[in-house]
């Protein structure tokens, strides 16, 4: 285990230097890089027969693509009376999605993954797809909710697998990822809810169910993982147990 974490620093290393931009760092702050959603993409990546190097520059790859999304989330839907300082911290975000962006088709031209361009451009369109149905509540249940929310935090990772990775896993990659999110430090998932009862007076959303029936779903999901990711497997037991 303590090997695993080693590479997955250096990976956060190689993705914060591919990134690294001092004006854009001065005024939207360092970008975050989920060590979880890492691991994810080092579990993939470590069952297919690629050089070493290839592997992690794909990694490296999908981590910009997840930090372009992310970033273009942190620009405030309403910022038309926003200060001179705010209204630059907008601009700049949108610019670093863009740039994210730009990086990713790049790293991957040089490899030669032109294939995995058009695996991620389709996993980017699905998943704004799904944040355009949550922004104008285009769902009539929370289960449907729930559904939306599993693709805007999978879908990139379901792409990547089924593309490249020698086995189907995508059933838990969608429950992790789920789960996940709900289990960050930060609960952005709580105003989230919030927000979304407040304009959909039908839905009664018990977070804590929907964070139980998370739990239970990544368990079952967790069981059929074919042997290859069985390192994955137990880091995923190891977190449930800690909750």
Do not use: C
Not at 39 to 57: G, T
């Amino acid at each position: 285990m303590h090997q695993i974490m080693s590479e997955i620093e250096e990976l956060r290393t190689l993705t914060e230097n591919e990134i690294y931009h001092k004006y854009m760092e001065y005024y939207i702050g360092k970008p975050r890089i989920n060590t979880e959603k890492l691991y994810v993409l080092y579990s993939i990546m470590q069952n297919v027969p690629l050089p070493e190097m290839k592997k992690k520059r794909i990694i490296v790859t999908a981590s910009l693509v997840q930090l372009a999304l992310d970033t273009h989330d942190l620009v405030p839907e309403d910022h038309k009376a926003e200060a001179d300082q705010d209204r630059i911290y907008t601009q700049l975000s949108v610019l670093a999605g863009d740039y994210y962006s730009g990086l990713y088709y790049q790293l991957l031209a040089e490899i030669g993954e032109i294939g995995l361009i058009s695996v991620l451009s389709t996993a980017i369109r699905k998943i704004n797809e799904a944040k355009m149905k949550l922004h104008y509540n285009d769902f009539s249940s929370e289960k449907e909710l729930i559904t939306i929310l599993k693709e805007i935090n999978g879908t990139l990772y379901v792409h990547l697998s089924d593309y490249i990775g020698p086995e189907r896993i995508a059933g838990f990659l969608k429950e992790w990822l789920f789960f996940l999110f709900l289990s960050e430090e930060q609960k952005q998932y709580l105003p989230l809810f919030e927000k979304i009862a407040e304009n959909n007076k039908h839905l009664h959303l018990d977070t804590k169910a929907i964070r139980r029936k998370s739990f239970e779903e990544v368990v079952e999901s967790a069981k059929q993982l074919p042997a290859p990711y069985q390192d994955l497997q137990m880091h995923a037991r190891t977190l449930l147990n800690n909750r």
